[in-house]
């Protein structure tokens, strides 16, 4: 019998922690209803199918549907928590900070393209930033729970667009949470640790693992 390989990951700050900027009670509802929420719907789901026992990145590479929805779900949220820190944001480690310059003109060019490519994303989704096939940083907009990962290409960076993940905090100002979230939030070390991966050619870091100096 194949037993489950899934697990939610326990979040990597207090739920407090980010406080002004992301309450305490959004991270409440968000991790525990919502992420925990699609777990729950995707062990339910891939009972008895050939997904059963599966690592969650296969699911994800080989699933349709609603098993694909919650799937990418799970593995997007626990990415875009890495992506945070109490008293992030700020400039990147200086070798990031060249790529971003380099791909976007300059930081404030990867800002601004950062909150306008999140600002014209329709409905929900995430922003990610991404290496493409050619090598170059991009950043794009995927809706729902679609993931770099279905392509096979590694993320470095994600904002979630879901309103859930703002609403309580910003109300309908999605712009002034994607300030915040830039200007405050951002893990650096962790989208740092994600490049120097991706430039070696190894797999993105996994949700939870945890980062050597961070």
Same mark, same amino acid.
């Given at each position: ?35 925990r ?17 599966? =690592? ?7 699933? $349709? %549907? ?5 799937? #990418?779900?799970? /593995?997007? &949220? ?15 480690p ?22 306008a ?13 991404q ?10 907009? =995927? ?7 279905? $392509? %096979? ?5 994600? #904002?979630?667009? /879901?309103? &859930? ?48 100096g961070?």
């Amino acid at each position: 019998m194949q037993t489950s390989k899934l697990h939610l990951p326990p979040l990597p700050y207090a739920k407090d922690a980010l406080e002004p900027l992301i309450g305490a009670e959004t991270l409440e509802y968000h991790y525990e209803g919502h992420h925990r929420g699609y777990l729950v719907k995707l062990e339910q789901a891939i009972k008895g199918t050939p997904h059963a026992g599966q =690592a969650l990145e296969e699911i994800i590479s080989t699933s $349709e %549907g609603s098993i694909f929805n919650n799937a #990418a779900q799970v /593995w997007n &949220h626990t990415f875009y928590w890495r992506c945070m820190r109490p008293g992030g944001g700020g400039m990147p480690p200086r070798e990031l900070c060249t790529a971003l310059e380099t791909a976007f003109g300059s930081f404030d060019g990867f800002r601004r393209r950062f909150l306008a490519v999140a600002l014209a994303g329709f409905g929900s989704g995430y922003v990610w930033l991404q290496r493409g096939r050619d090598g170059q940083l991009v950043l794009r907009f =995927a809706a729902n729970a679609e993931t770099p990962l279905r $392509e %096979g290409i590694a993320p470095l960076l994600t #904002a979630d667009l /879901w309103e &859930h993940a703002y609403y309580l905090d910003y109300r309908n100002e999605r712009e002034e949470y994607v300030e915040a979230f830039l200007d405050h939030l951002v893990n650096w070390e962790f989208v740092h640790e994600n490049w120097r991966r991706d430039m070696a050619d190894m797999p993105p870091t996994q949700p939870g693992e945890e980062l050597t100096g961070v």
